[in-house]
């Protein structure tokens, strides 16, 4: 029950009350998914058509994006891209689409996408900006806070507060991310 509890508190600190800097699906959704990933992670990447059909499906759904740099250099480049762009630039879904769906295994491939997309030197500064490591970190603390080492990492929960948080490790499908929000939902009806 304790473990549980605390749990609870580090998953509503994090996912909750914090200032999402990528929201995606229903801002005011009643259930609140927070996917913690890394462009470098096949499971992360694996997982992501899943993530986009439950946002098609589930009118409900608000998804939180944190990705982390915890693979490689190329995550750490790759996440500050994708913020930056998420926190200056408004384009960011057009990037995670293309970081999740293509292969960008190096560095260079990395640095050519970004260098098509108009490379400068304000570009470079947004992506080393404190707003932006900010973000990057909060995932990589969440992620800690729950004892956890691998990505993706899923977490589940419903605006009311009803219900436990659900917390899913690794690669998922759609058909068990719909039936942990599923079950959130039905606790949220039964509370009323």
Request: charged fraction near 20%; hydrophobic fraction near 40%.
């Amino acid at each position: 029950m304790k473990k549980q509890w605390c749990l609870t508190l580090i998953i509503l600190l994090f996912c909750c009350t914090s200032e999402a800097a990528i929201v995606i699906g229903n801002p005011k959704g009643s259930i609140t998914l927070t996917e913690v990933y890394d462009y470098q992670c096949g499971y992360c990447r694996a997982s992501e058509d899943s993530v986009e059909q439950l946002i098609n499906q589930q009118d409900g759904l608000r998804v939180r994006l944190l990705p982390v740099a915890i693979i490689n250099s190329q995550s750490v480049v790759q996440a500050a891209y994708a913020m930056s762009r998420a926190l200056y630039h408004h384009d960011f879904n057009e990037v995670h689409h293309d970081f999740m769906f293509e292969n960008f295994s190096d560095m260079t491939s990395i640095h050519d996408y970004i260098e098509c997309r108009g490379m400068s030197a304000s570009i470079m500064r947004e992506m080393q900006s404190k707003k932006v490591k900010a973000e990057i970190l909060e995932g990589e603390t969440l992620m800690k806070s729950l004892h956890q080492h691998e990505t993706p990492l899923f977490i589940l929960q419903s605006a009311s507060g009803t219900k436990s948080p659900v917390v899913m490790v690794g690669q998922q499908n759609a058909q068990t991310l719909s039936m942990a929000i599923e079950s959130l939902q039905e606790n949220t009806s039964d509370a009323r």
